[in-house]
């Protein structure tokens, strides 16, 4: 009689089955958000001279002021999509297939409905605010010109930010590969089309926003169809949605919400106080060296994209040991990467943007040094953030977030009368050294001295 092996036994060959399969679909996964990634900084490489110099000074600028108004309204997400990712995670987890179609159908009907009532009052807004109020004295005369692009700019927005879920339930399932795959499909067809528009064409800033965001929708409509065709059982979830499926994802998503509020606060914010505070041309610099340092350090993505679902799956069985080890090592590659990008801003970057986007900013070079040392502060903080929130404290990271850049607005406000775009660069450099580059440490630290990294209480979780 052969005797069977002990229950803890099998839950640990479970559980390393489990954790194999973790590590090889995180390892696919860093590897097509590295090809996403490299589409991706080619399309906004490439875009930046393109548009720049397609559109004009002046139109450029609207077109930056633009791009980050479309960005806000992503937040009507809500958060939804990263609270959808970890109840999948926890409900893959248990073998629970109805908790996993009751939480994508509830994350389509609250993200659905969060956006559709968010793109009315977008529109109304528009037409009722005067452009001069929206985006400074200086673009008043472009009223007609911001309500037509308007219209299609929350049409393309709206349907990128519903599809949004998609991308959500995949890093639930750790398959994000079908989303970063379709994501470099997507890059490449926008990169020959806008080529092709500003070289051979007049383009306007609706037709460059289109080209830019409208490929996305439609790859993200062809992965909902795959997912269903794999898990048809999700399809039950449409026939009752109860409102138990919708409070974990409201949780989550309102702490996520609060992280993706002040992240386009940091992207942005800037750009809209050197719009109202400073000229056009300025306006255009610091943008452009913003985003030539948003473009270097999204290389990082490459590894970070995967993570904290794969945390979140770690958490969900119990994996601390796999949690511990994994962290180390993504830390020791960020850094040494953040380490090697700073240097390159600080010592390549004026170089390159007057040589190769062929844009002139001799006169505000001392900004590109600060964005460089402010893109290694952030991206020890970006570490941080990610695993944290893959370790259920995303109410600690929210909070810090908040922190960091209301410093970074009342710095920044104050600062841009006096010094310009290199007061702007100071105050993002300085609100994120202040406050979270040493206190995530220490968050970070007494997370990991727990022996188990079981998902806590909503109460508990919200209260760090």
Not at 417 to 441: C, D, E, K, N, R
């Amino acid at each position: 009689m052969v005797s069977k092996p002990p229950p803890n036994s099998i839950e640990r060959d479970v559980e390393s089955a489990h954790g194999i399969r973790r590590n090889k679909m995180l390892r696919l996964a860093i590897l097509s958000s590295g090809m996403s990634k490299v589409t991706a900084i080619a399309l906004q490489g490439l875009a930046i001279p393109l548009v720049f110099h397609a559109l004009g000074t002046h139109q450029y600028a609207l077109y930056l002021l633009f791009s980050a108004a479309l960005a806000t309204l992503a937040l009507l997400q809500f958060g939804a999509g990263p609270g959808l990712t970890q109840t999948i995670a926890k409900a893959h987890a248990q073998g629970n297939k109805r908790d996993e179609a009751g939480a994508l159908a509830a994350a389509f009907l609250f993200v659905g409905a969060t956006a559709l009532l968010g793109a009315i009052v977008c529109l109304a807004v528009v037409r009722l605010v005067s452009a001069a109020n929206l985006f400074g004295n200086i673009y008043a005369a472009d009223q007609v010109e911001v309500i037509h692009v308007a219209g299609i700019a929350v049409l393309v927005t709206f349907l990128s930010i519903v599809l949004g879920v998609v991308d959500s339930a995949l890093a639930g399932y750790q398959e994000q590969v079908a989303t970063n795959l379709s994501m470099c499909f997507s890059n490449v067809l926008s990169t020959v089309a806008l080529v092709v528009l500003c070289r051979s064409f007049h383009p306007t800033i609706a037709q460059i926003l289109v080209i830019t965001y409208g490929g996305l929708v439609v790859c993200r409509l062809v992965n909902l169809a795959l997912l269903l065709v794999r898990r048809p059982y999700l399809l039950g979830g449409f026939t009752i949605i109860k409102i138990n499926d919708l409070r974990p994802i409201i949780h989550v998503g309102a702490a996520f919400w609060l992280i993706q509020a002040t992240g386009v606060v940091e992207q942005h914010a800037g750009t809209f106080i050197m719009g109202h505070l400073t000229s056009a041309l300025e306006t255009d610099i610091f943008g452009v060296i913003y985003r030539a340092s948003c473009l270097a350090s999204a290389t990082v993505a490459i590894f970070t994209q995967p993570l904290w679902p794969a945390f979140t799956d770690a958490v969900s069985r119990h994996d601390s040991g796999w949690v511990r080890r994994t962290a180390a090592k993504i830390r020791r590659a960020i850094m040494s990467i953040a380490a090697v990008l700073a240097l390159l801003m600080i010592t390549a970057g004026a170089w390159g943007i007057e040589h190769i986007w062929k844009i002139d900013i001799s006169a505000s070079r001392l900004v590109v040094v600060t964005l460089g040392l402010y893109m290694f502060s952030n991206l020890w903080t970006h570490f941080h953030y990610i695993v944290l929130m893959g370790l259920d404290r995303v109410w600690s990271v929210a909070a810090l977030v908040i922190i960091e850049n209301l410093t970074m607005l009342g710095l920044g406000w104050f600062a841009v009368p006096h010094f310009g775009a290199q007061g702007m660069a100071a105050a993002y450099l300085l609100a994120s050294v202040v406050i979270p580059a040493w206190i995530l440490p220490r968050i970070l630290r007494k997370r990991m001295a727990t022996n188990s990294f079981a998902p806590q209480d909503p109460i508990a979780a919200g209260a760090q």
